[in-house]
T-cell receptor, first 112, second 110 residues
Framework: NAGVTQTPKFRVLKTGQSMTLLCAQD?????MYWYRQDPGMGLRLIHY???????AKGEVPDGYNVSRLKKQNFLLGLESAAPSQTSVYFC???????????FGDGTRLSIL | AQSVTQPDIHITVSEGASLELRCNYS??????LFWYVQSPGQGLQLLLK??????LVQGIKGFEAEFKRSQSSFNLRKPSVHWSDAAEYFC????????FGSGTKLNVKP
């Protein structure tokens, strides 16, 4: 009963490095989302996907790219990490946009 | 612009006391409304949701919420708080995508 799984759980990067965060869901959900959580700001949507092969920009997309090559996976990429991208990143999935979202446990990312 | 507001950043209540967490939304039409809870170091868990119909909705862990269209509010309530309820609570609304409030951290005094 895995639900939504995020890897890695923790990562420290240097400014300018690149990395990819992986999200996998086993609920056959069409919709997948990437959020970042910063103190006092709730969760802000970075990018989302409404199905395999699709992506769309959310509220704070700059500096991030995503891909949804397989229905169960949604990848978040940072091409050139900046200290402002230090945050906790959450992946979520849902059956439809107006249905409850299921969240992973988060990835804590620090950029020095 | 659509938005969700949680006016209380921190709330402290005594164990056994009642709780009400406030949430207001600003949307042209009634959105789909949710309350989520987040324990430290974990993801968000759905407490309850409102789509339509009965304006008082029941959720897990003894929580309930009341939708009031006239006040654009969806406040979360619990009659008697337990120490394990200490967490951060997020109100959220869907119009085109899900928007979250900034959260309310609940502390529970013994």
């Amino acid at each position: 009963n895995a639900g939504v799984t995020q890897t890695p759980k923790f990562r420290v990067l240097k400014t300018g490095q690149s990395m990819t965060l992986l999200c996998a869901q086993d609920m056959n959900h069409e919709y997948m989302y990437w959020y970042r959580q910063d103190p006092g700001m709730g969760l802000r949507l970075i990018h989302y996907s409404v199905g395999e092969g699709t992506t769309a920009k959310g509220e704070v997309p700059d500096g991030y790219n995503v891909s949804r090559l397989k229905k169960q996976n949604f990848l978040l990429g940072l091409e050139s990490a900046a200290p402002s991208q230090t945050s906790v990143y959450f992946c979520a999935s849902s059956y439809e946009v107006n249905q409850p979202q299921h969240f992973g446990d988060g990835t804590r990312l620090s950029i020095l | 612009a659509q938005s969700v507001t949680q006016p209380d950043i921190h709330i402290t209540v005594s164990e056994g006391a009642s709780l009400e967490l406030r949430c207001n939304y600003s949307y042209g039409a009634t959105p789909y409304l949710f309350w989520y809870v987040q324990s430290p170091g974990q993801g968000l868990q759905l407490l309850l949701k409102y789509f339509s119909g009965d304006t008082l909705v029941q959720g897990i862990k003894g929580f309930e919420a009341e939708f009031k269209r006239s006040q654009s509010s969806f406040n979360l309530r619990k009659p008697s708080v337990h120490w394990s309820d200490a967490a951060e609570y997020f109100c959220a609304a869907v119009y085109t995508t899900l928007s979250f409030g900034s959260g309310t951290k609940l502390n529970v005094k013994p």
